[in-house]
Structure formats: C-alpha cells, structure tokens
C-alpha cells in the first residue's frame, strides 16, 4: 500500500504543505503514519478524505462545518459524490450563464435592452399554472407584496433573473446532499442562510410587513411541505423527504436568526 509524504500529497492535491500542516492541527486530516522522525505519511484512505475536503471547500463549505459533515457516523463517500457532482453541475451551468450575461452586458452597454417582460416573470409555466401560483402568493403575502415583487423581478434583467434562478437550484441541490444530517446542523444553516438571501432577493422589501420576516419565511417552509410542486421545481421531481428536511431547516433558522 503507497504512502505520500505530506510533499508528495501536496503535490499531487495541488495544496501546500502548509494547508496539510493546517488540517493535521484541526484534526480535519490526520496522517496514517507518522515516523519516529515525525514525517507525516498518508495512504488511500486519507487521498479520498482529503478529496472530499476539496470538494466541500469548492462548494463553499468552511472547514468546520466539512470536519463534521466528514466525522458524522452516517455519512456516505458514495452519497456524498453523486451530491458534489450534482453541485458541481449546477455550479458548471451558473459559470456558463455568467459568461453568457457578460455577453449579452456588453450588448446592453451598447445600446440594446433585455429587460423581463410579464411572461418571462412565469416562464416554464402555463398560464393557468402561473396564475394559479400567483393567486396562491398573494392569497399567503398579500396582493401588494406580490405586485412590489413583479415590479422588483421585471426591474433585472433576463440574465441577471436566470442567474438569479441558477443559484437557487445549486443551493437547493448541495441542501439534498446533506440530508445524512440534522436540519440543525451548521453545515446546513450555513446553505440555508444563503437559501434566505437568495429568497429575500424574490421578495418585496413589503413581505412580513404586516407581521414579521421570520414568520413569512416558515410560511415558505410550510409551503414546501404542503406543495411539492416547489420543491420539485429545484430538485427535478417531488421528494417530500427533501421537502421535510428543508422545511424543518427553514424553520429552525427563522427562529435562531431572524427574531
């Protein structure tokens, strides 16, 4: 069975050594082997850990949160992979549309508009289903806060919308890949942080006027639940278990970070 040296594995990872010397003092990954002239020697199985520590800090996730993610008992290296490359496809397609809206910015900039028309605001949609969407949002926030928030959403442009939406469908694909955890988890309220401001960017600054933010968004959480059609828009079919374990998290944040 090989062993690296922390400069070998350094090398072949693309990292530092003193990444590796970092990890070690975190406990995040330790070497299999240390000499008694104290080398640190690493075999296959810290290459896959160390593999699954890149791939978690390429999604954003910070070291603390990987560490537990990687220590929890139910955690699955082949889950886990079929999760990074589901987030990195996402991610992939995001990079694609940013490039092509630099494209279509560099055309704005010289002259042409691409502003969002109504039915772009529901497109993928059939109109009885956008306006079924519709009536169900103002009949849970109010038709003034529906109506500020078209106005908000037709105020971007198409690319910056699509954007808007890509980013969406990544966080709620690398939130499916931690569902070996508890909603609680850190890791995961750090996704569903960004789930929030992605949210609060949809939303009408009017959304939980009349009550609180905090309350609208476990409103959203309930209706998540309640309708998978939601979640299903993110996910690619209907999951009620991903719609529980999201909901469940929404909720969790509304109540530790939003009162």
Do not use: C
């Not at 075999?43 to 070291?63: A, H, M, N, S, V």
């Not at 990687?70 to 991610?91: G, I, N, Y």
């Not at 772009?120 to 169900?136: I, V």
């Amino acid at each position: 069975m090989r062993q690296y040296t922390v400069r070998q594995l350094a090398k072949l990872a693309g990292v530092s050594v003193r990444t590796l010397h970092h990890y070690d003092e975190l406990g995040l990954l330790k070497p299999s082997i240390r000499t008694e002239a104290k080398y640190r020697l690493y075999g296959p199985k810290e290459l896959i850990r160390l593999q699954q520590i890149l791939f978690y800090k390429e999604l954003d996730f910070t070291l603390v949160a990987i560490r537990q993610i990687l220590e929890d008992p139910d955690f699955d290296v082949m889950t886990a992979l079929q999760s990074h490359k589901q987030a990195l496809q996402a991610r992939r397609d995001r990079l694609s549309e940013l490039l092509v809206t630099i494209d279509k910015t560099i055309s704005t900039l010289n002259g042409e508009q691409t502003m969002l028309t109504d039915d772009e605001l529901y497109q993928g949609f059939s109109k009885e289903q956008a306006n079924a969407y519709r009536q169900e949002a103002v009949e849970q926030y109010g038709r003034e806060a529906v109506e500020e928030s078209e106005n908000k959403l037709r105020g971007m442009s198409k690319e910056a919308f699509a954007q808007l939406g890509a980013e969406s469908k990544e966080v709620a694909l690398q939130i499916a890949g931690l569902m070996h955890l508890e909603p609680t988890d850190p890791a995961v309220q750090q996704l569903i942080a960004r789930h929030y401001a992605i949210i609060r960017q949809f939303w009408a600054d009017s959304v939980g006027k009349n009550g609180s933010i905090a309350d609208a968004y476990k409103g959203l959480a309930q209706t998540y639940v309640h309708d998978l059609r939601y979640t299903a828009s993110y996910t690619g079919e209907e999951n009620p278990a991903y719609a529980a374990f999201i909901s469940k998290a929404m909720t969790h944040f509304a109540d530790t970070q939003l009162k």
